[in-house]
């Protein structure tokens, strides 16, 4: 059967021009409004948002940029590259959010760049918009740069390398090669090895598939590889010989490479602090990551099927991508469905099945005999837009007549799904009466989901495509931006900035002394905001575990780790305590201290207590 498509007009240079620069403004706004906005709220989170932070604001304090450190203690586990992108960011911004989450937003931007110039270069400008637009409004790229973790950067470097590696073969050109090797150094300095296992395995199928390994000299082994090894193994090499005779004598070496790697990949990572999601959740979930745009997957599959033999033959840079990207993707999906994994393991994922997406959609919207699938999924999208404008009507019906409490964490249930070790698990706390608290959010998302994809639908009827993906693209962008708002207003619940602000202005006014020890109850990753805020050094009593284990076993370790005995002989002695105590250990000190404290801030269930009046 052979496919008909419907002639494409021809435009002419002015116009095209016209278009272009009207669609990067489009582009660059959706980042604006979406990305860059959202950087200067809420603060840091509690966990890995300011664990990351701390690793990155002490590289900035001491200028040791080889060992990364966590409250005084090494951290071993992660690659350097983000965290000198944001120390250099504190240097010249100071530590704040905004600054740690910049590295972050840029890499958003690099990544929807990336992709309007592959699908520009592969099919047209217009499936270059589509991936680009896509990119900036998928639910996951955005809930997952939210948080201090690398994967949007990961993300750029990997599919950058693949890009440069297929330009390269197409023109026959070096300076691609050795992109392709550059892109494949900074992937390894961002997330590890994972750097080089995908995109190296996704490379090797593709070329035995194409027959093109018998090009091999041309991808510039030996001098790519030495530039590989210039960029990447100067810092690995240096924190391998800094950082030895660790626990049971291992040093950074054994640490980084074989528990981080190996053992994580076995789920034998030593201490296990994570969680692995059931297989049919890992693989629903990606509906829910690359929404809206998942809602198109059937036309992408549909065409993927339909011209499979064409794909595994390719002869044009556009089909020659499609191979590339699907299998690039596949290898991280199915690996990280055997690994332990967290919900956002698969991000670098994304980018190659939006642009499969995109590449579909820009060639079927011209298509006369199968443009009904793009329409079928456009009314999807509308279905979907009223029943959830219709839930949210109702949520905020039934919750009209409760108060307002900007204090949400107290209104939640705390589940305690996957004991939080999902990034998702505080989703399950909401309550009809926290609701109230997120009326604006969630009247601006109603808004957006009633109207948008009805009219993304009726723009498609009328063959009005580009306008049609806009539409979807502005609803979501409007969807994530009330998004946004309700994470700042759980901001109190996810953070304790407010404990640090408090303990804070009480050293400004005078009524504690500036030389007050920090203490923590518990695992450091509980308050960690309040060490990155307050910007000292914390005791941590009871809490000798998770990420800080390893790096507690070096000699040269502080004695920073207390037993509750410890915290009852130094309470009330020597200089002043503060100690932060979190929801989950409220009872455990009440016990322990029996009173004996005096509380200066509650919020959200987390206390911060002192052991004498205030001056």
């Known amino acids: 059967m052979v496919t008909t498509y419907a002639p494409k007009p021809v435009a002419a240079p002015s116009r095209l021009t016209s278009t272009r620069k009207r669609r990067v403004w489009i582009l660059s706004l959706v980042w604006v409004a979406v990305y860059f906005a959202s950087l200067f709220s809420p603060p840091l989170l509690d966990d890995a948002d300011a664990t990351h932070a701390q690793a990155a604001a002490a590289m900035a304090r001491t200028g040791d940029f080889v060992t990364l450190y966590v409250n005084g203690i090494r951290y071993l586990e992660k690659a350097a590259l983000p965290y000198w992108l944001v120390a250099v960011d504190y240097r010249i911004f100071g530590l704040n959010a905004f600054a740690t989450h910049l590295p972050l937003a840029l890499g958003v931007a ?18 270059g918009f589509y991936a680009s637009l896509a990119t900036l409004t998928t639910a996951g790229i955005f809930l997952f740069t939210r948080i201090f973790i690398p994967e949007v950067l990961l993300s ?62 041309e991808l510039r082994l030996v001098t790519g590889g030495l530039l590989f090894l210039a960029i990447a193994a100067p810092w690995h090499i240096l924190a391998g010989l800094r950082n030895t005779g660790g626990m049971n004598g291992h040093g950074f070496f054994w640490f980084y490479f074989i528990n981080e790697h190996v053992l994580r990949f076995l789920g034998e990572r030593y201490p296990k602090d994570y969680n692995k999601l059931p297989g049919y959740l890992f693989w629903l979930l990606h509906l829910v990551w690359l929404f809206p745009w998942s809602l198109f997957l059937p036309v992408t599959l549909r065409d993927l099927w339909t011209n499979r ?31 332990t ?11 190659p099945i939006l642009l499969l997406v995109a590449f579909s959609l820009a060639r079927r919207e011209h298509n006369v005999q199968r443009g009904h699938l793009i329409t079928a999924a456009h009314a999807v999208f509308a279905g979907l837009g009223f029943l959830i404008a219709g839930a949210l009507f109702y949520g905020l019906w039934s919750s009209r007549n409760l108060p307002f409490e900007p204090s949400i964490g107290d209104l939640l249930a705390h589940r305690a799904v996957g004991d939080y070790t999902l990034s998702m698990s505080h ?25 948008g994809p009805a009219v993304a639908w009726n723009l498609r009827l009328h063959k009005r495509n580009t306008a049609a993906f806009s539409t979807v693209a502005f609803t979501t962008a409007f969807f994530l931006i009330a998004a946004h708002i309700a994470l700042v207003r759980f901001g ?13 202005d009480l050293v400004a006014s005078r009524r504690i002394e500036g030389n007050y020890q920090l203490m923590l109850y518990g695992d450091q990753s509980y308050g ?13 009593v009871e809490g000798r575990s998770s990420s800080l284990i ?3 076993a070096f000699p040269d370790a502080p004695h920073i780790f207390l037993s509750s005995q410890d915290l009852l002989q130094t309470w009330g002695q020597g200089v002043r305590h503060l100690l932060f105590v979190p929801e989950e250990h409220h009872n455990d000190v009440e016990q322990l201290l029996k009173g004996h404290y005096v509380l200066l801030k509650e919020t959200s269930g987390n206390t911060l207590l002192t052991d004498r009046p205030l001056d």
């Open 528 to 540: 960690s905001s309040v060490i990155f805020y307050t910007n000292r050094q914390a005791l941590l």
């Open 156 to 217: 750029f470097f990997l599919c950058a390398s693949l890009y440069c590696l297929l330009r390269g073969l197409e023109k026959a050109r070096v300076g691609y090669f050795y992109g392709m090797w550059i892109g494949l150094a900074l992937a390894v300095m961002t997330k590890g090895l994972i750097g080089l296992v995908f995109p190296m395995g996704a490379a090797a199928i593709y070329l035995a598939i194409t027959g093109e390994w018998r090009r091999w000299r």
């Open 427 to 451: 989703f399950f706390d909401l309550t009809g009466a926290s609701f109230a608290a997120l009326r604006l959010p969630a009247a601006l998302a109603m808004l957006a989901f009633a109207f």
């Open 309 to 339: 033999s064409k794909y595994l033959r390719p002869y044009s840079f556009h089909q020659r991508s499609v191979l590339l990207l699907g299998i690039y993707a596949a290898i991280i999906l199915v690996f990280f469905s055997i690994s």
């Open 341 to 351: 994994n967290q919900e956002y393991y698969t991000f670098p994922a994304y980018l």
């Open 110 to 127: 690099m990544l929807a760049a990336l992709a309007y110039r592959w699908g520009k270069h592969a099919i047209s400008q217009t499936a």
């Open 492 to 504: 109190s619940m996810l953070s304790c900035k407010q404990l640090a602000d408090t303990a804070n």
């Open 550 to 552: 390893f790096g507690s």
